[in-house]
């Protein structure tokens, strides 16, 4: 199936560093969601995106909603270690009742302390 | 306190056995959805459905089914054409009116 470009694929990042990753993709996509997911577990939304040029936080995090509507970057200002995680970015092309997302293959993030 | 909840967290089967995972929820959400997960991949579709006793394939349905026989649940089954099942389960919903899918803790089967 279709999925998006996420990058990168992995960080290793000092506490206290700011992080950006991003998705890009061939498709214009209506909605882009951003996930995280801790080991072993389900993953965990932490910001949904509607409109072009959206700009929207959710604590230190920062994500928007690209202009073009082809990409979407996320951005964890100062890092502390329960960042840790894998983040997925996921969007939608809206195709009548089509509730599919289409998802990246995932950023893996890792704080040294 | 609404959620969705898939159990068991582990199972474990004999391989050429079926195997039924089950996925609750109580949001009121009218679609569910199954994906699997390998280490280090994405997730991949394997159903979805959007209203009670309908349910269309994902990207990945071949040795899967499902059914749809209550709002609430949406079980899981790995058939023993499944060919490669050992696999994190995850099941999600969604509202019809916002694309956000929230999701379960997932279920991680192993077959032996």
């Known amino acids: 199936g279709q999925q998006l470009n996420q990058s990168p694929q992995s960080m290793f990042i000092q506490e206290g560093e700011d992080v950006s990753m991003n998705c890009t993709s061939s498709s214009i996509f209506n909605t882009w969601l951003w996930y995280k997911q801790d080991p072993g577990e389900g993953p965990v939304l932490l910001i949904a995106l509607y409109k072009a040029g959206e700009l929207t936080s959710n604590g230190r995090l920062t994500a928007q909603f690209g202009i073009t509507r082809k990409d979407s970057f996320l951005n964890i200002s100062a890092s502390i270690p329960s960042d840790v995680g894998i983040y997925f970015c996921?969007?939608?092309?809206?195709?009548?009742?089509?509730?599919?997302?289409?998802w990246g293959l995932g950023t893996s993030l890792a704080v040294n302390p | 306190d609404g959620g969705i909840t898939q159990s068991p967290k582990y199972l474990f089967r004999k391989e050429g056995q079926n195997v039924t995972l089950s996925c609750e929820q109580n949001l009121n959400h009218d679609a569910m959805y199954w994906y699997r997960q390998d280490p280090g991949q994405g997730l991949r579709l394997i159903y979805y459905s959007q209203i009670v006793n309908d349910f269309q394939k994902g990207d990945i349905a071949e040795g899967y089914s499902v059914s749809r026989e209550k709002k609430e649940s949406f079980p899981l089954t790995v058939t023993s054409a499944q060919k490669n099942p050992t696999a994190f389960y995850l099941c999600a919903s969604s509202s019809l009116t916002h694309n956000e899918q929230f999701f379960g803790p997932g279920t991680r089967l192993t077959v032996l």
């Open positions: 996921a969007g939608q092309v809206h195709a009548g009742n089509n509730r599919k997302l289409i």
